[in-house]
């Protein structure tokens, strides 16, 4: 039996988590077509000890995550098992009793979901909007050479390219990178 939200939940809580996903996305459509991709997170907790000059874990926090529509979608074709992953959403805390045991559920509805690039490098594959009769801003038909869902641009598809990159001119605007500095970064065994 559900008991519903805690008197004290506040259900409008937003929070920003790191943490790996710890089982296999899970990904359903409902009856309405809504597609929903569902997880559980593990979020370590570590701390340096200065007695011992070590890192530390502290323990581990577990959430239920909840995707919808197209970022359902894109989690269940881009996570699995294991990955490091930043997301923000909506908490929500629920006790609950099934006559024999209480308990309480810790649940996530996700508004953002990315890979943490602290620890790995991601590859990303911007999606291609439906092309079924929309309107673009102007009012007139979406092209009929506008790929199809699911189907990716080429890179250099110049929507998100930053001013004077496509055509080699940078205007006033700087471009990222023209006065890059190398530079190291201290040996760590933890990067927080």
Do not use: C
Not at 18 to 43: D, M, Q, W, Y
Not at 44 to 61: E, L, M, V
């Amino acid at each position: 039996m559900d008991l519903g939200p805690r008197e004290d939940s506040d259900m409008n809580d937003t929070i920003s988590i790191t943490g790996n996903v710890a089982t296999p996305p899970e990904h359903k459509r409902t009856p309405a077509g809504v597609a929903i991709t569902t997880f559980r997170l593990a979020s370590g907790q570590r701390r340096y000890d200065r007695a011992t000059g070590a890192w530390i874990d502290s323990g581990t926090n577990f959430y239920t995550v909840s995707a919808y529509r197209s970022l359902a979608d894109h989690a269940f074709q881009s996570l699995s098992k294991g990955d490091r992953v930043v997301l923000s959403g909506r908490l929500r805390v629920r006790d609950w009793d099934n006559g024999t045991k209480r308990g309480t559920d810790v649940e996530i509805d996700a508004e953002a979901i990315g890979h943490d690039l602290l620890w790995g490098t991601s590859t990303f594959t911007k999606a291609a909007r439906p092309s079924s009769d929309r309107n673009d801003a102007s009012g007139s038909q979406a092209s009929a050479e506008e790929p199809a869902r699911g189907d990716v641009g080429e890179p250099g598809d110049d929507e998100w390219a930053a001013p004077g990159v496509a055509d080699g001119s940078s205007g006033d605007w700087p471009v990222a990178g023209a006065e890059a500095r190398e530079f190291e970064l201290a040996a760590a065994e933890t990067p927080y």
